[in-house]
């Protein structure tokens, strides 16, 4: 199968690249690298030992995306650009309509003038926002309290009767949970650009002295020990449902939406917990006010996706930190080339 990723040098996409290349189809990198970096194609390619194309082009860019998938013909698209920061969405709400909601439009629109009808999306359960009832199933009612949980939730829409307009299109919308931790290798992993927005990068880094300590939004939330509670999943299993997502999507049509989480939950402070374990060092953290658009506790219903997939997460949160702390450690600056990983080459020559 000729896929299609979107953000494909990015957290996600490069892990789910991984696995498509895996699986022996072939691929198409579209990525603007504005939140990403090329080091992850190259270190993809070595991991794989297999090459595939790159396109840096923004999807809000239509003529661009045409050429791209005229040349390359897709049969499928893994759709991952877009912007995903909960608190940055607050302060520019303008930006994250304009990339999310109507770079997917621009993208939908020249799948149908290339003739491509399949599309695997990466949605958010923040698209429920707070918990009438938990664990969340996929019929739970979508009232996002954020504009990150609104542009999903509107593409979501978008992406629906985009589906129900011809029979012949088909599109798997994955909600994806909390994805943590990283490749074993340790060569690929979550590279935020600047001070990082998601927990566990941010934990890592104060663990490994980037960072001076954790900020914690709020400690009187009713979970176990008033942190928020989520359910955090192994960025590899996430990569994994996505290829199970493409499979199901090329012999079914209509659109599904489907939850991908582990149906456990963990709080900040446990997570702090396991990544102490992990790295052997105390994470310093202070308590402070709660953050507008959060909630409590979020966690997925995932019968649907072992249902209709034949997809489970396999790893715990002991794995995923560990994982997280074994790519800090190993990438102290990410993918930053010129202060990369001690014995960079050797890795590189070691899982290639």
Sequence with gaps: MRVLVTGGAGYIGSHTLLQILQERHEALVFDNFSNSSPEALRRVRRLTNVDFQVTNGDVRDED???????????EAIVHFAGLKSVGESNSQPLEYYSQNVVGTIKLLRAMEQTGCGTIVFSSSA???????YLPY?????????????RTKHFIEKVISDWVASRPEFTAVVLRYFNPVGAHPSGLIGEHPS???NNLVPYITQVAAGRLARLRIYGNDYPTRDGTGERDYIHVEDLARAHVAAL???????GCEA?????????????MIREIEAASGRKVPYEIVARREGDIATSIADV??????LGWKAQYGIAEMCRSAWHWQSRNPNGYDSSHGPE?????????S
């Design 64 to 74: 661009a995306l045409l050429r791209a998938m005229r040349s390359f013909r897709p």
């Design 126 to 132: 923040t698209v429920y926002g707070e918990a009438r």
């Design 137 to 149: 199933d996929e019929s739970h009612p979508s009232q996002p309290t954020n504009p990150y949980g």
């Design 194 to 196: 600047g001070t990082p």
């Design 247 to 253: 499979d199901y999507a090329s012999r079914f049509s």
């Design 258 to 270: 489907i939850n991908v989480g582990t149906g456990r939950g963990a709080t900040v402070l446990e």
């Design 303 to 308: 019968r649907k996706a072992e249902r209709l």
């Design 343 to 351: 014995n960079h080459g050797a890795l590189l020559e070691e899982v």
